[in-house]
């Protein structure tokens, strides 16, 4: 699967941005999607995911109610509606997509949500959009 992102760009704070992930190849629409930012000097960390079929979704602490994944297997796109924006989310924005668990047998609790997105592979790598918010 081939990834595109676009939608970054500078905004004051409070503001609202939508990133949207443009995909290629036949596996997307099984795969998992998520988003995930590198902010300079940081980790790069997972914000938002969302399973192959919409029905599961996942956010980080630090979005929740302010960001909302979406996307659309019709036309291969996955969407970040990022509301209320906040200097702290200035980072290069990433899409990626798998179709494979982390969890195994042993994982104890994880197993039994194994296939939610905060707990999938991400194999597929768009490159980034930056996101800069200012105060």
């Known amino acids: 699967v081939q990834l595109q992102a676009s939608g970054g760009g500078l905004v004051q704070a409070g503001a609202s941005l939508r990133l949207s992930c443009a995909a290629t190849g036949r596996s997307f629409t099984t795969y998992a999607a998520a988003w995930f930012r590198q902010a300079p000097g940081e980790e790069r960390e997972i914000v938002a995911g969302i399973s192959w079929n919409s029905v599961m979704t996942y956010y980080a602490d630090s979005v929740k109610g302010r960001f909302t994944i979406s996307r659309v297997n019709a036309n291969s796109t996955v969407y970040l509606l990022m509301n209320s924006l906040k200097p702290e989310d200035t980072a290069i924005y990433y899409c990626?997509?798998?179709?494979?668990?982390?969890?195994?047998?042993?994982?104890?609790?994880?197993?039994?949500?194994?296939?939610?997105?905060?707990?999938?592979?991400?194999?597929?790598w768009g490159q980034g959009t930056q996101v800069t918010v200012s105060s």
């Open positions: 990626a997509a798998g179709g494979v668990t982390k969890v195994g047998p042993g994982d104890g609790e994880k197993v039994k949500n194994a296939y939610s997105p905060e707990n999938m592979k991400y194999t597929d």
